[in-house]
């Protein structure tokens, strides 16, 4: 699928999680389109992204996306020209955005420097963890002046906008380099795995069946990538917006359930055709309190957008485990697509446009998003996962996508049409593994 969703898996020891940190909007739903059209849904960032890529059905996406400032505190080396003297300085930044900067100088001499500039060039360094994936390198983009400030508290603040944006930049200094690199990795280990499997022919005439799975198990893996690569998003259809019933259920979450409700409803998808609903599964710790207290913000600060009619929680009277939370929201539920969220999970702004494209096929039954770990950048551990994430999202599951058969639709986002829900409800809940009830979502 063409969109990324993080997945967030906690982190059990001291090191702090490294996450996205976008600046926040003053609007709680800043997302979701204004029916009233009282403001505009792309801002200043946005309009000239959506210029250079009105030929492409995704310039909406990226327009929007271009607008988002991700806090980055790191130093930047500031160089300027112009007809009479160079100067250079360093400095430290205060966010970024694929379009520009927002840097802190030490004076309002460096101010008068880069204003009387001729040309402008940034060089830094993108941490990893501060903007979304990819973006991680070393940059050296020319840029302008495009505003300034002085704070209350005596602060000089400079926004540099860059010539190009990141994602330009990546794509001509890095992208290419990095796809060279790891089509030749990939075309080693091919053939590293075929020298390999070349014993299993030698001896095949020894044990046939244990070395015949091994060649049939080396073809499959490496079938795995053939058809990955051959993967392509579905094209965006703006225009189609289908009914969609989010579903959360949660259990012992209260450290993030108020950030997956406001994903959930902070989408860009029409406001009559999106509901969130929560399921607490009788949870122990404070839960139910951060569910209610998200709420009533939405009620008190997202009226206008209709947030108290279309979200909505239950709490279940026993812990009865994760697919009776589900079945509760099903139920519950007035569209006819349904999507199940984990209560860990954040939704990109455009998650549910994606994800209802296969549905214009009345043959599609279910759908799964793709899955991103949040805390990449933490430690070792969750670096290991996010790699576990990557070849079971982007390789296996864009495979079996070739095919229009996948196999397992993930829990931390899928979508399915309601009435299979409903007919197979009853068979899913009594599911029993070894005499025992599953409880869990397969």
């Keep these: 699928m063409n969109f990324k969703y993080k997945k967030l898996k906690k982190n059990k020891g001291k090191t702090k999680d490294i996450l996205l940190n976008p600046r926040k909007d003053r609007r709680l739903l800043a997302n979701v389109p204004d029916k009233e059209a009282i403001r505009d ?19 909406f ?14 130093d930047i080396k500031v160089m300027c020209k112009n007809q009479k003297s160079n100067s250079t300085f360093t400095v430290k930044s205060i966010d970024v955005s694929t379009t520009g900067i927002l840097l802190e100088l030490k004076d309002k001499e ?71 690199a790891s089509s030749l990795l990939l075309l080693f280990i091919s053939i590293f795995i075929m020298l390999m499997r070349a014993e ?43 009914g969609v019933t989010i579903i959360i259920p949660c259990f012992n979450e209260a450290k993030w359930i108020e950030r997956t409700i406001l994903s959930c409803i902070n989408q860009d998808y029409p406001i009559d055709n999106l ?42 009277e026993r812990n009865s485990g994760k697919r009776e939370a589900l ?56 670096k290991m996962q996010s790699v576990r994430y990557y070849i079971a999202f982007r390789i296996m599951k864009a495979a079996e996508a070739y095919f229009d058969s996948v196999t397992c639709l993930s829990g931390p986002l899928s979508c399915y049409r309601k009435q299979i829900v409903m007919d197979n409800m009853n068979e899913w809940i009594n599911q029993r593994f070894l005499g025992q009830k599953a409880t869990i979502e397969p």
């Excluded at 849904?41 to 310039?59: C, I, M, P, Q």
């Excluded at 299993?200 to 690569?229: D, E, H, P, Q, T």
Aim: glycine share 6%.
């Design 41 to 59: 849904s792309v801002d200043r960032r946005g309009k000239k992204v959506l210029e250079d890529y009105n030929d492409d059905h995704n310039a």
């Design 61 to 74: 996406i990226k327009s929007k996306k271009a607008g988002i400032r991700y806090i980055m505190e790191t």
């Design 110 to 180: 460096q101010l008068n420097i880069i204003s009387n500039a001729n040309s402008i060039k940034l060089e830094f360094k993108v941490l990893p963890g501060s903007m979304p994936e990819g973006y991680e390198m070393n940059v050296k983009i020319n840029g302008k002046k495009v505003r300034d400030s002085v704070t209350s508290e005596g602060k000089v603040l400079c926004g540099i906008e860059f010539m190009e944006t990141l994602s330009e930049y990546s794509n001509r200094k890095k992208d290419r380099y990095i796809l060279a």
């Design 200 to 242: 299993s022919i030698i001896y095949f005439k020894f044990n046939k069946w244990i070395y015949l799975y091994s060649i049939i198990a080396a073809v499959f893996l490496l079938s795995r990538y053939l058809f990955g690569g051959l993967y392509k998003p579905m094209p965006i259809d703006v225009n189609y917006t289908p």
């Design 275 to 316: 509901e969130v609903i929560v399921v607490d599964d009788c949870s122990n710790d404070n839960s139910v309190e951060k569910i209610k207290e998200t709420i009533d913000k939405l009620n008190n600060e997202a009226e206008r957008f209709d947030a108290p009619s279309r979200v909505k929680y239950f709490v279940q």
């Design 327 to 382: 079945c509760k929201g099903v139920l519950n539920a007035k569209h006819d697509l349904v999507v199940f969220v984990d209560s860990d999970s954040f939704l990109d702004p455009f998650a549910i446009r994606n994800l209802v494209q296969p549905f214009k096929d009345p043959k599609m039954g279910g759908v799964s998003g793709r899955t991103d770990v949040a805390n990449t950048y933490t430690n070792t551990l969750t």
